[in-house]
């Protein structure tokens, strides 16, 4: 069972390239998190699913945009990155019911020049 | 909104010693509060979680302690281990019988290293 799996591992990017972080599960979870996590400030929400077809806002979700078109993929896009955005991002998914265990992948590091 | 305040950031003990972390959250309202364990280059992964209704929870090696009067929860790792050492996460957040983690916010993590 793969769990979360996150395409690519790793990715150097130019400033004002677009770029999409790819995600997915094949555990049939609802939810599904897409969360960065930066030196000293821990892990935080960019937009998050709730189920296909619905998205939301999380903490930090300026720059950044998903699509839920079915239960398995959740991508992430930078339209137009920042050296800002220089982050290692993490997926995530988790059952939809009373608030339980998040499920994350390996993460993908960006780096933007 | 919710906010994690999560002490020491870094955090070294003798292998065999007690690891101490603890976090305080400001929303009354939270009611489900996990810790993730973080090694290095991996995802972190769910250790131990504990919902408001319960005082303290214990898992082999690691409990956590709950005190919603103060605002606190703690977690404690008895006789450390070199596997220990990684970067732990407190979370707080939830409060929704229906829904998704998306209220969950994150503590800042503590690196804790065991030396053998």
């Known amino acids: 069972i793969a769990g979360i799996t996150q395409a690519p591992t790793s990715q150097i990017l130019a400033a004002g390239r677009r770029m999409t972080l790819r995600c997915t599960q094949d555990m049939r979870h609802n939810a599904m998190y897409w969360y960065r996590q930066d030196l000293g400030l821990g892990l935080r929400l960019i937009h998050y699913?709730?189920?296909?077809?619905?998205?939301g806002k999380g903490e930090v979700p300026d720059g950044y945009s998903v699509s839920r078109a079915n239960t398995d993929d959740f991508p992430l896009t930078l339209a137009s990155a920042v050296p800002s955005q220089t982050s290692v991002y993490f997926c995530?998914?988790?059952?939809?019911?009373?608030?339980?265990?998040?499920?994350f992948g390996e993460g993908s590091r960006l780096t933007v020049l | 909104g919710e906010n994690v305040e999560q002490h020491p950031s870094t955090l070294s003990v003798q292998e065999g010693d007690s690891a101490v972390i603890k976090c305080t959250y400001s929303d009354s309202a939270s009611n489900y509060f996990p810790w993730y364990k973080q090694e290095l280059g991996k995802g972190p992964q769910l250790i131990i979680d504990?919902?408001?209704?319960?005082g303290e929870k214990k898992d082999q090696r690691i409990a956590v302690t709950l005190n919603k009067t103060a605002k606190h929860f703690s977690l404690h790792i008895t006789e450390t281990q070199p596997e220990d050492s990684a970067v732990y996460f407190c979370a707080a957040g939830g409060y929704q019988t229906q829904g998704g983690s998306e209220k969950l916010v994150f503590g800042k993590g503590t690196k804790l290293t065991v030396n053998p």
């Open positions: 699913s709730n189920t296909a077809g619905t998205t």
């Open positions: 504990i919902r408001s209704n319960v």
């Open positions: 995530a998914s988790s059952v939809l019911r009373e608030t339980g265990e998040l499920f």
